[in-house]
């Protein structure tokens, strides 16, 4: 073993160094003010220098990044069984030091993850900062927000442009062009949501993120918000405010929902209003359903037709994009945020609705 241990010792120096500091990681995670301040002074100002750099391009380097990776490791693979079916006697040897390539890269890219975002999940989020809790709801609370959610869609629905078919009409251009606008209306009751905003970025390959059934992401590496300009426009301003949400630090899904919700309702521009209000009447909605089938009933029925046409149609949107793949990806992102404490999941989304009851 010792003249293993000679030929790979760079390589095993890695993989122990990659390792140590993933376990220094865990056994840290659960200390909340270490992680806040690693995330408020390390982290977050590297990620924004790094993301200043990154906007000066306007094609998400992520995007590429990630591709290239995807490749690496193909071609590793490809490569792999090459040498080794050449190496003869010595495949054994050639098999370990390009399998301890392979894993000092992963662990290498896993730590990166969990410096660069990872300990965010265990950092003070918005309920921290805010003193907003989520908090059990009656059934009769969940119905006077939803109903008020289901008067303010409709008054803001008659305020956007629509189409010949009734179906929002405000372009993608647009809606990016006001996207650094938005977030100052908040600023005097959150003044820990402030910062300066760059306009997000739009995915090269938009098809593929539906494929896996996103709308968007926020990549920590390149410090980058990339949106999904495939899906229905309705929701694009509201993602949009989302990955700005990620952008200021918070890793919660469901905080960022709600994050996005009240800052776009609030902002005056009609597009995102009206965005806000539909993304957040179909949380209340989707819950009351659950709760209540015939208040649920009552309000669906005082929906103006324009509201439903647009809910109809990101329905259908998301509906052709089913499949083993959305599937998989969904799950595998379940797996990460239950991961990173995140104990239910995907299903973690549902919390805005208790954040958003407590609120209005």
């Known amino acids: 073993m010792k003249p293993f241990f000679r030929r790979h ?87 370990c030091r390009r399998l301890l390539i392979l894993l000092c890269a992963a662990l290498t890219a896993l730590d990166w993850f969990c410096l660069a975002w990872g300990i965010n999940y265990y950092a003070d989020g918005f309920q921290d900062k805010s003193g907003i809790r989520a908090q059990q709801v009656s059934t009769e609370e969940l119905y006077r927000v939803a109903a008020y959610f289901t008067q303010q869609v409709n008054l803001a629905s008659r305020q956007v442009p629509r189409d010949e078919n009734g179906l929002f009409a405000v372009s993608r251009d647009e809606i990016f062009a006001h996207s650094t606008e938005i977030y100052p ?14 306009t997000p970025k739009r995915m090269l390959f938009s098809q593929l993120l539906s494929a896996m059934g996103f709308t968007g992401y926020y990549a920590p590496f390149t410090g980058e918000s990339v949106l999904n300009v495939d899906s229905p426009e309705a929701y694009l301003p509201s993602t949009i405010v989302h990955e700005l949400a990620h952008q200021r630090g918070f890793a919660s899904e469901q905080e960022c929902n709600f994050i996005s919700i009240v800052v ?97």
């Not at 992520?62 to 792999?80: D, F, K, N, T």
């Not at 949107?317 to 799950?331: A, G, L, N, R």
């Open 264 to 360: 776009s309702t609030r902002c005056g521009l009609p597009a995102y209003v009206y965005s806000g209000y539909l993304i957040g009447y179909v949380h209340l909605s989707n819950a009351l359903y659950r709760a209540d089938r015939a208040l649920w009933e009552t309000l669906r029925g005082q929906l103006d037709e324009e509201v439903l046409l647009d809910i109809r149609n990101n329905s259908l949107y998301w509906q052709k994009w089913e499949s083993p793949v959305d599937t998989v990806s969904q799950k595998a992102y379940d797996t990460l945020l239950k991961g990173y404490g995140q104990t239910a999941g995907v299903q973690s989304y549902g919390t805005v609705v208790d954040l958003l009851v407590a609120y209005y």
């Open 9 to 95: 010792r760079p390589l095993l120096l890695w993989l122990t160094a990659a390792g140590l500091l993933l376990a220094l990681f865990l056994l840290t995670r659960g200390h909340q003010p270490l992680m806040t301040f690693l995330v408020d002074y390390v982290t977050q100002p590297a990620k924004n220098a790094i993301g200043a750099v990154c906007y000066l391009i306007p094609i998400p380097l992520a995007e590429l990044l990630y591709i290239a990776a995807g490749v690496w490791v193909m071609v590793h693979i490809v490569r792999s069984a090459i040498l080794i079916r050449r190496a003869k006697g010595r495949r054994w040897d050639t098999a």
């Open 185 to 198: 209306c908040v600023y005097e009751e959150f003044p820990f949501l402030s910062r300066q905003d760059r």
